[in-house]
């Protein structure tokens, strides 16, 4: 079936750095969705995405709709400890089937 | 409060028994997913139904069953058929199917002894 891929598969950085992660498909989509988890907890939704080039923040947290359609991409800024977690893009593939990626798991050094 | 709940949080079966995980939402959604973890696999969609009385099928549903009776209920049975059931499965809710804006419940997290 249709795969999200998303990069890197898990990231280690210093509190306080920005933190970047993308996510790709071979197929084009007309939603892009963020969603973080935290350990022993269903995913939480972060940013959704509804239109290419569309750029949309929450607090720290930016996110893109790429230009053709079949990527996407998160930025963190000035990462804090709880920040920790698993990220994944997910988005609706034929209408109502809605995939996730296999995330980006953050870890926060201290 | 409107929400998902999942029940039971952790369950152990036996192999060869088949086992339900409950899951009730009140926040009037139309859509209703199940979707199985594994370590390093991301989530992957059981079953879903956009409306009561109707469900498809996703990537990975030998070996399940799901009924929706109630819009507010997506029961999800686990059947001695599945090849591997041990697995972390979340269940969410979309107030529609193409929105992909999904409110997950907290899980269940199902061990084969």
């Known amino acids: 079936g249709q795969q999200l891929n998303q990069s890197p598969q898990s990231m280690f950085i210093q509190e306080g750095e920005d933190v970047s992660m993308n996510c790709t498909s071979s197929?084009?989509?007309?939603?892009w969705l963020w969603y973080k988890q935290e350990p022993g907890e269903g995913p939480v939704l972060l940013i959704a995405l509804y239109k290419a080039g569309e750029l949309t923040s929450n607090g720290r947290l930016t996110a893109q709709f790429g230009i053709t359609r079949k990527d996407s991409f998160l930025n963190i800024s000035a990462s804090i400890p709880s920040d920790v977690g698993i990220y994944f893009c997910?988005?609706?593939?034929?209408?109502?089937?809605?995939?996730f990626g296999k995330g980006t798991r953050l870890h926060i050094l201290p | 409060d409107g929400g998902i709940t999942q029940s039971p949080k952790y369950l152990f079966r036996k192999e060869g028994q088949n086992v339900t995980l409950s899951c009730e939402q009140n926040?009037?959604?139309?859509?209703m997913y199940w979707y199985r973890q594994d370590p390093g696999q991301g989530l992957r969609l059981i079953y879903y139904?956009?409306?009561?009385?109707?469900?498809q099928k996703g990537d990975i549903a030998e070996g399940y069953s799901v009924s929706r009776e109630k819009k507010e209920s997506f029961p999800l049975t686990v059947t001695s058929a599945q090849k591997n059931p041990t697995a972390f499965y979340l269940c969410a809710s979309s107030i529609r199917s193409y929105t992909g804006e999904l409110f997950f419940g907290e899980g269940s997290r199902l061990t084969v002894l």
């Open positions: 197929s084009i989509f007309n939603t």
């Open positions: 926040l009037n959604h139309d859509a």
């Open positions: 997910a988005g609706p593939y034929r209408d109502d089937k809605i995939i």
């Open positions: 139904s956009q409306i009561v009385n109707d469900f």
